[in-house]
């Protein structure tokens, strides 16, 4: 158990809708990633928050949007959702300190039909 | 384009024997290297690291090997176990803050 926590584990939607997946990280950790996961690729990494602010952003489309609340909690937004976001999302949480290892959720496996 | 590759998208191995799963970057200015390994329905596990300033790195049973001016990472497992077999992404730390690049994983299949 990599003390991450992700909800929910399975997630089915429509096309258009809206979702939030949600993140604890471990305790102690201020630093929260967000990564996904498509079919054909490897772990394309989509944003990071430090101690609630934004502190690296990657190919992150504009419609999907996270923020990390007081508590150090973490939410990804995706909303407009099309078919190409089916995918497996993780979430990570480091002290933040740079150079150090990530420690992954289980992740959540969305489902756009 | 792809700044991490992992070109063989399986390896299969005999219990006992070395498992060599390679890595290729394309930005000399990497100076972190790490490996994770991934069981079917659980996040990634860290593995292994190496900075830039070393050219190997060693953890029981587990080896990372770097060559810059070849910019190519290995990871050694020796002996090999069935419990070994997931799948092996190679990241690098390319924008700092740890945010990793992946690669796209090689599977690992280690037979008795």
């Known amino acids: 158990d990599s003390g991450v926590t992700q909800t929910p584990k399975h997630l089915i939607t429509a096309t258009g809708q809206r979702v939030t997946l949600r993140c604890s990280p471990r305790s102690g950790d201020l630093s929260v990633y967000w990564y996904q996961q498509s079919l054909d690729q490897g772990l394309q990494f989509l944003i990071q928050y430090y101690n609630g602010e934004e502190r690296a952003k990657g190919n992150i489309l504009e419609r999907f949007s996270a923020q990390q609340f007081p508590d150090l909690h973490s939410e990804l937004n995706l909303s407009s959702l099309e078919l190409g976001d089916s995918a497996l999302y993780f979430c990570?949480?480091?002290?933040?300190?740079?150079?150090?290892?990530?420690?992954f959720g289980s992740g959540t496996q969305l489902s756009v039909l | 384009d792809q700044q991490v590759k992992q070109n063989s998208p399986s390896l299969s191995v005999q219990e006992g024997r070395i498992s060599i799963l390679n890595c290729d970057y394309t930005?000399?200015?990497?100076?972190?290297f790490l490996w994770y390994k991934k069981y079917p329905a659980e996040g990634p596990t860290f593995l292994i690291s190496?900075?830039?300033?070393?050219d190997k790195n060693e953890d029981g049973r587990f080896t990372v090997f770097l060559n810059k001016s070849a910019k190519h990472l290995s990871l050694h497992i020796v002996p090999s176990q069935p419990g070994d077999s997931a799948v092996y992404f190679c990241a690098v730390d390319s924008v700092g803050y740890s945010t990793l690049t992946f690669g796209k994983g090689t599977m690992l299949l280690v037979s008795p």
């Open positions: 930005n000399s200015m990497f100076d972190y």
């Open positions: 990570a949480s480091s002290a933040g300190q740079g150079d150090e290892k990530l420690f």
């Open positions: 190496i900075s830039s300033i070393k």
